[in-house]
């Protein structure tokens, strides 16, 4: 059994490197303390950093982008820190990173108690960060290995293609992290249901985290709606409807953490003395085509 957290992370405007670190390490107290051993925040939860630049620059969609990767560096020594002071699992969300090829890429990094364990790319993009962010698309697929169970992340839209999951989990993933950005109930459900349908097909859990709240300084950052739930594949000892936890309210006035115990044992159990098998059946359907 493990206790994981996924926040529902308002946006919030820290003007100063010592107000956001402040922020960042109260935040994860919060969920340290309630007994999480594993924390995840949405989607360009990162982000945030660019209220550190001037007005001008973090309210102009591409300037902030370029605005923040000198404060990238920091930012990972401090998730770093956070994850080894509590001996945690922490994955604080994704930030847009310039890469070596010149082309900025939402990258998600898991840091754990011995320090980074690497990072994931968003893989699918979506038609603002195509069109009009010029964020480009990542390659592949990673599965990291920690003592809590072999976890996968799925950036938000990642989460409505069945294939990137199903790489996961033949790759042996329990476990996968959904950061998420939204901005209208849709956009929400749209990843919701997808998470869901990725834990049914799979057998697997998945966990989402959102963005909440209004940030008028910020255009990539704006509006933002979505709940924090943990899906299971609704099976034999799991909740008929598969959801195991979710937070209460679409859009709550600050972050808060929606702390769960999942146990992953159970989840494998499903796989092997399951109603169904989906998991194992997924090839054969390739048969009846």
Known sequence: MIRVAACQYAIELHETWEAYADHLQGLCAEAVEAGARLLLLPEYAGLVLSGQLTPEQRGDLKASIAGIQPLIEPWKALCAGLAKRWGI????GTLPVLDSDGAYRN???LFGPKGALGHQDKLMMTRFEREQWGIAAGHGLTVFDTDLGRLGILVCYDNEFPLLARRLAERGADLILAPSCTDTE????RVRIGAQARALENQLAVLQSPTVGLAPWSPALDENLGRAGLFV???RGMPGDGVMALSESLDPQCSRWLV???DLEAVRRVRQQGQVF???NWPEQFERL
Request: net charge positive; charged share 25%; with cysteine.
């Open 186 to 189: 849709a956009g929400y459900h």
């Open 107 to 109: 990258r998600a990094w």
């Open 89 to 92: 699992y922490l994955q604080p």
């Open 260 to 262: 769960c115990d999942l």
């Open 278 to 280: 989906t998991r194992r």
């Open 233 to 235: 594949p609704p099976d």
